[in-house]
T-cell receptor
Framework: DQQVKQNSPSLSVQEGRISILNCDYTNSMFDYFLWYKKYPAEGPTFLISISSIKDKNEDGRFTVFLNKSAKHLSLHIVPSQPGDSAVYFCAAKFFGSRADGLTFGKGTHLIIQP | NAGVTQTPKFRVLKTGQSMTLLCAQDMNHEYMYWYRQDPGMGLRLIHYSVGEGTTAKGEVPDGYNVSRLKKQNFLLGLESAAPSQTSVYFC????????????FGEGSRLTVL
């Protein structure tokens, strides 16, 4: 039973436009949410995180929005660049746990069209 | 600045063979993890360790064993490989930050024939 869901396996966006990647979760005991980016033949790399007590976190071109009542978060990339083409994983951490690892979604493959 | 290093990067096994994947981190992290990534399945936790000499089961532990004899190393073993274990394996480490951020290695692609 998936606790972190990314329902769009792929997303195609034109260069310069906004990319919006979505993630839903089912467990109210998550206290942090993270986004990872993964290029082919490389390991995932951390992009941005948000605490469950916040509704927005921004880092340069990347902004994550959290809607706790809807159990939904989204990653916005503005403007989208060719180097943003990658698989993006949404992940969540259980409240009070610093050692138990993260629960990941299945990923969304973002393709930036020139 | 190596970070998290996995060996080997690629391996082909026959059903029933055994092998060990080695993960080494140079960040002095306390926590280490083994994940597997399969098409359409995302990253799933196999086993993890919260310190030298300790291990714990994750979401998909069956068919795997692990050991953490030294703080910097985390070994993943397959005693009798099965085709269902064909996957890309990622090791990760963490310093136990509030957000639970993990630092990943580059992955090890294992094919079991």
């Amino acid at each position: 039973d998936q606790q972190v869901k990314q329902n769009s396996p792929s997303l195609s966006v034109q260069e310069g436009r906004i990319s919006i990647l979505n993630c839903d979760y089912t467990n109210s005991m998550f206290d942090y949410f993270l986004w990872y980016k993964k290029y082919p033949a490389e390991g995932p790399t951390f992009l941005i995180s948000i605490s469950s007590i916040k509704d927005k976190n921004e880092d340069g071109r990347f902004t994550v929005f959290l809607n706790k009542s809807a159990k939904h978060l989204s990653l916005h990339i503005v403007p989208s660049q060719p180097g943003d083409s990658a698989v993006y994983f949404c992940a969540a951490k259980f409240f009070g746990s610093r050692a138990d690892g993260l629960t990941f979604g299945k990923g969304t493959h973002l393709i930036i069209q020139p | 600045n190596a970070g998290v290093t996995q060996t080997p990067k690629f391996r082909v096994l026959k059903t029933g063979q055994s092998m060990t994947l080695l993960c080494a981190q140079d960040m002095n992290h306390e926590y280490m993890y083994w994940y597997r990534q399969d098409p359409g399945m995302g990253l799933r936790l196999i086993h993890y360790s919260v310190g030298e000499g300790t291990t714990a089961k994750g979401e998909v532990p069956d068919g795997y064993n692990v050991s953490r004899l030294k703080k910097q190393n985390f070994l993943l073993g397959l005693e009798s490989a099965a085709p269902s274990q064909t996957s890309v394996y990622f090791c990760a480490s963490s310093y136990g930050g509030q957000a639970g951020e993990l630092f990943f290695g580059e992955g090890s692609r294992l094919t079991v024939l």
